[in-house]
């Protein structure tokens, strides 16, 4: 008898037909989807190893986390049965549901141990409050999963995933991705540098005791080289993987990494490789005989390990894909610098040199008037630190706005590109305005400056063909074609003018205006969204962040210092190895920020990778 009633609690799981669908992802271990899009519409299929819920968010572009997500999670309850409900979430806690449900259940079933779901969508809902857009845009679609945690049964409500939730980038429309994309490049030769973290042993207590580390290379091409650069791939060592929270990679004018620098390319865990546009590539190379030409490269590594584990050894890094060496693609890329570009506010004699307690905003503007060409802009990568909620850079002309770039639910521990590979045209003449917010909870005093404990206000921006005779930071309060426009302290949250999630929240509003265009700011509030879910919180963001371990000591503030933004922060050296140095964070003075007190160690030959290290690519 218990047996009939055992599969009247759980019936035994439909499967859908996997080859029936066109393209297909493993996520992970028991967890897989399936795809396909008919005309104007996206039928998923979803399979997870739980007997509670699984789930799926469309991330916001410019993060990738949970906050600003478009979720939609198949539920199953006590008697079988399996619902889908359209939600979002504004914040790290219990999504809501949207005002309007427009996932549609196709099939659902669930046993002891398998949750299995068919749902289908219209590709753009139009309702721009709760859903995101799937794109046929060539850029990936930033996804989060989730399901429920092991041993979780059937409520009918969602309950705490524990470590069962992952970042993945996804282009729904084509089959081609990561390395495979790369060497189907006309030019591409086949030759790349790996700059990577050669045996590095991962530090058991880090920075400041509770595992996290920020570990640096310099690279230096060697003296003949010379080409241009085409792609940037992950290296990821399978035994540290769970270990690498993200890495950025810099190009240098110099040998040393140090001087004149540009922001290349971000990783966080899910990313696919950066892919140059058609005939665009960097300059780089000793022989090259230009200044401008990438001649060192530093990869800042942001390692967790809070379980303080000794003995791990890590190789992680980037693959950068080059043309042979002598040839170069015909249009050379750029990158300018917009906001603080110079971070000149870390002057502790301006009268803005501290950020506000509460809610506030920093604007500022660049001047393209002396600009030699119209340029099109591939990308941008809008960088605060760890008080950064809300970015956007405005592109103006004639008094109208033109293009507006934003991160609405900034996340420091989630930064990404957003990437625009048809690209759009900026004119000399147009206006530009770069604005920052902030919440600083007034537990310390927050400045401005080059570590991580302090702000930054900088968009980093890829186009071509590359400027000449320009200075490369536009707007910042020095001497930059542009200004800074001042501080505003804001009086609540309503006024960082978010336009996802708006009305239960009570956060949202028109898009930010540039005030040169004339445009308003003010704040429109939608209703209510109907209903709650039931249950307990539903962290996607708290694993994918890789920050929220439960083992995790709680830390206020988070000073992480690192090598950042072609600037070296006044560190401790804890340790020496023979190719890699490792700091620590110490006392930072306000006046230590203008100088380095330490030079990285300048490798001279690419890394090798052994059987143990992947490149992380997205394959359908």
């Known amino acids: 008898m218990w047996f009939y009633q055992f599969i009247a609690l759980f019936p035994l799981v439909t499967a859908y037909d996997p080859s029936s669908y066109t393209h297909s992802r493993h996520i992970a271990t028991g967890f897989n989807i399936h795809w396909s899009i008919s005309g104007s519409q996206i039928e998923l299929a979803l399979t997870a190893p739980t007997a509670a819920w699984v789930a799926l968010g469309i991330a916001e572009p410019g993060s990738g986390s949970m906050p600003g997500a478009d979720i939609a999670a198949c539920i199953a309850d006590s008697a079988g049965a399996v619902r889908v409900s359209d939600m979002h979430s504004v914040a790290f806690s219990e999504p809501k549901l949207d005002e309007q449900q427009d996932w549609e259940l196709v099939e659902g079933s669930v046993s002891s141990s398998t949750l299995s779901c ?25 996804m989060i999963f989730a399901h429920g945690a092991a041993g979780a049964i059937a409520t009918g409500s969602l309950s705490f995933h524990s470590t069962k939730a992952w970042p993945v980038n996804i282009n729904f429309f084509s089959a081609v991705t990561g390395n495979a994309a790369i060497s189907a490049l006309a030019d591409y030769s086949g030759e790349y540098i790996d700059v990577t973290n050669s045996n590095f042993e991962i530090p058991a207590l880090g920075d400041t005791g509770d595992g996290t580390t920020y570990h640096n290379v310099c690279y230096t091409l060697p003296a003949q080289f010379n080409a241009s650069l085409l792609a940037f791939e992950a290296i990821i060592s399978t035994a ?11 190009g240098f004018t110099d040998t040393t990494c140090s001087g004149s620098s540009s922001m290349l390319w971000v990783w966080t865990p899910g990313q696919e490789p950066y892919i140059m546009p058609d005939n665009v590539g960097f ?26 584990e000794e003995g791990k050894i890590d190789s992680s890094g980037v693959r950068i894909h080059h043309t042979a060496p002598g040839s170069f693609r015909s ?3 750029g990158i300018i610098q917009f906001g603080d570009g110079p971070v000149a506010l870390q002057d502790p004699t301006h009268p803005d040199h501290s950020i506000p307690v509460g809610y506030s905003r920093s604007d500022f503007s660049c001047n393209t008037s002396d600009w030699p060409h119209e340029i099109t802009v591939v990308g ?10 809300k970015m956007t850079t405005n592109v103006s002309r004639s008094g109208s706005l033109l293009r507006s770039n934003s991160v609405e639910f900034y996340q420091f521990s989630m930064q ?11 004119l000399p003449g147009d206006h530009i305005n770069t604005r920052c917010y902030y919440y600083n909870d007034g537990s310390q005093t927050r400045v401005w400056g080059l570590s991580s404990a302090n702000e930054m206000c900088i968009d980093f921006v890829m186009y071509y063909p590359r400027m000449s005779g320009i200075n490369e930071f536009c707007g910042g309060p020095s001497d930059t074609p542009g200004s800074y426009d001042g501080t505003t302290v804001l009086s609540s949250e309503a006024e960082l003018h978010r336009k996802f999630g708006v009305g ?6 028109d898009a930010d205006s540039d005030s040169s265009t004339g445009e308003s700011d003010a704040s429109t509030t939608v209703a209510a969204a109907a209903g709650a879910v039931a249950g307990v919180l539903l962290i996607l963001g708290a694993v994918l962040a890789l920050r929220k371990h439960a083992d995790r000591k709680p830390r206020q503030t988070g000073p992480d210092v690192k090598v950042e933004d072609g600037s070296l922060s006044t560190c401790e050296k804890v340790s020496t190895g023979s190719s890699h140095e490792t700091f620590t964070h110490s006392e930072v003075p306000d006046t230590a920020h203008s100088s380095k007190s330490v030079v990285p160690f300048t490798a001279t030959q690419p890394s090798i990778l052994s059987s143990a290290d992947t490149l992380i690519e997205g394959t359908d």
């Open 283 to 308: 300059k780089s190379g000793n022989a090259t005989g230009e200044a401008h030409a990438f001649r060192s490269f530093n990869l800042n590594t942001h390692y967790d390990n809070p379980s303080l």
């Open 118 to 142: 068919v749902i289908r969508r219209q590709l753009d809902t139009g309702e721009m409050r709760g859903d995101r857009p799937i794109l046929d845009n060539g850029v990936i679609t930033k």
């Open 504 to 509: 239960a929240e009570a956060v949202g509003g």
């Open 380 to 389: 941008h990568f809008l960088h605060m630190h760890e008080l950064g909620v």
């Open 416 to 426: 990404s590109e957003i990437r625009t590979p048809s690209g759009y045209t900026v």
């Open 331 to 333: 249009i050379e890329a």
């Open 240 to 250: 540290t993987q769970a270990n690498i929270h993200h890495f950025t990679l810099s």
